[in-house]
């Protein structure tokens, strides 16, 4: 098992960790839009939102020597289900090849009250 962590993606805001490998698979934590440099939460849209979250994803992937092809699955926790449409036009342009698994749900409320959280288990191309 080897534990990842990038300068590149937030820091865990509690007690857990950017991700972890285990027998080749990553297993990365929910991602919220937090900005890595300061942790302050990017934007007020789903859109902008969705971005963040999906650069912060990004960064974790390539610490874990890993891509968006390789996303297996992914959990996406909305705050407000009526946002799904515009959500899915951000999320979709990050998938090259073609698309993970995926469970979308609304809830009632996310860390920082943010609009978006999305956590993802992927392949890794190497355990180094």
């Known amino acids: 098992m080897k ?4 300068l590149d993606a937030p820091a865990a805001i509690g007690p857990y960790v950017q991700g972890k490998i285990v ?17 302050e939460i990017v934007g007020d849209s789903i ?8 650069k912060n994803i990004s960064a974790i992937l390539k610490e ?18 009526e946002d799904f449409s515009r959500f899915n036009a951000i999320y979709s342009k990050f998938f090259d090849k073609e698309f993970p698994a995926r469970s979308a749900v609304g809830v009632a409320g996310l860390p920082k ?10 392949e890794v191309k190497s355990s180094n």
Do not use: R, W
């Open 3 to 6: 534990i990842i962590a990038t």
């Open 23 to 39: 027998n080749g698979l990553l297993y990365a934590s929910g991602q919220i839009p937090l900005n890595p440099l300061n942790g």
């Open 47 to 54: 859109e902008t939102q969705t971005e963040q979250v999906m």
């Open 64 to 81: 874990a020597h890993s891509d968006f092809d390789l996303v297996i699955k992914t959990t996406c926790f909305l705050k407000n289900i």
């Open 113 to 122: 009250n943010v609009l978006i959280e999305i956590e993802v288990i992927a």
